[in-house]
């Protein structure tokens, strides 16, 4: 029997708990081993938020501290709602458990290579092609019925409020260049009016970006062939999820964000969606233009928002 896992109280520590796998690695071996699974190989994910390690090629096993245990009922209550009902590969349920208060999941390891390593080597037309089949997707995701995510927290209107009373103060800090800055309040005047606070809610996977799915490749052309990670699910209004694919991806150029847009069901940005859009952007709970926007020089080519909003959702 294996040492128990510890207990933490801050994010910090459970941090360099985790960068230090040797502290860990033997229990989860033997969380493993309990379940009848092969511990031959293991792989350590050295990226990520809880400890993730590889089995083999065909399972994964993911561990969460109890200060994010809502990541992983996000994560298994996606994954149970979701199964089946997409035309895109997500991991299965295969075993879950507890082990000293952590719960664990066991989910099938899905083929293909990781987005982040092939997105910037791919060409103009085989990224929008991938970015057609991304706003597929979301579409996709957020036709499923809600079930139990109905309950996951924060509610969606709570969420909003609070992203709004912490705007300036998170993009202050941030270091957000004062031209932008001078224009925050205008869009937080309007935030409540232009987000939809009591839509119905659809399924918010957060983060549709390159290290959270797979693509193949077929006779040179790459598709969208899987995707992982829905520890921070929400439920909420649909544009959001259109975010990530904007900032990381689509770069301002007008055929990636046309074909982001066309795949989720839109047709060419108008003002009022670019409005939406960069108010949402400015409110997403991990919100930092200066890191996140990936169009070169924008700092200079944007004199305030408005401009900004123009440069990456082009029409």
């Not at 924060?154 to 909003?160: L, V």
């Not at 209004?237 to 259109?242: K, T, V």
Request: hydrophobic share 45%.
């Amino acid at each position: 029997m294996s040492k128990p896992l510890p207990h933490f109280t801050d994010a910090e520590s459970f941090r360099a708990f985790r960068s230090d796998s040797s502290r860990w690695l033997p229990i989860a071996l033997d969380i493993a081993r309990d379940h009848g699974l092969d511990v031959g190989a293991p792989h350590v994910f050295a990226t990520g938020t809880n400890l993730v390690i590889g089995l083999g090629d065909r399972l994964i096993l993911k561990i969460f501290p109890p200060l994010l245990r809502a990541q992983f009922v996000s994560e298994r209550g996606s994954l149970t709602q979701l199964a089946g009902r997409l035309h895109l590969p997500i991991p299965e349920i295969v075993a879950e458990g507890v082990r000293d208060g952590w719960p664990y999941l066991v989910i099938t390891r899905l083929a293909g290579t990781l987005g982040s390593e092939v997105w910037p080597r791919l060409p103009e037309e085989q990224k929008e092609r991938v970015l057609r089949q991304i706003g597929e997707t979301i579409a996709s995701v957020q036709r499923a019925p809600l079930g139990p995510l109905a309950s996951v927290e924060p509610r969606w209107a709570d969420f909003m409020r609070r992203q709004m009373q912490g705007c300036k103060a998170r993009h202050t800090r941030l270091g957000l260049a004062p031209k932008f800055l001078r224009g925050l309040d205008d869009f937080l005047r309007d935030a409540a009016e232009l987000i939809p606070m009591d839509a119905p809610p659809v399924i918010l996977i957060g983060e549709y970006i390159p290290e959270n799915f797979l693509l193949a490749c077929d006779d040179g052309q790459w598709s969208l062939a899987g995707l992982f990670d829905f520890g921070d699910v929400l439920a909420g209004w649909r544009d959001y999820d259109l975010l990530g694919p904007s900032a990381f991806m689509a770069a301002g150029r007008p055929g990636r964000v046309k074909s982001l847009l066309e795949g989720f069901g839109y047709a060419e940005p108008d003002d009022a969606l670019r409005r939406r859009l960069m108010t949402l952007m400015l409110l997403h709970r991990a919100s930092d233009l200066n890191s996140h926007i990936c169009i070169e020089g924008w700092q200079e080519r944007a004199s305030d928002l408005v401009e900004l909003q123009e440069l990456i959702w082009p029409g």
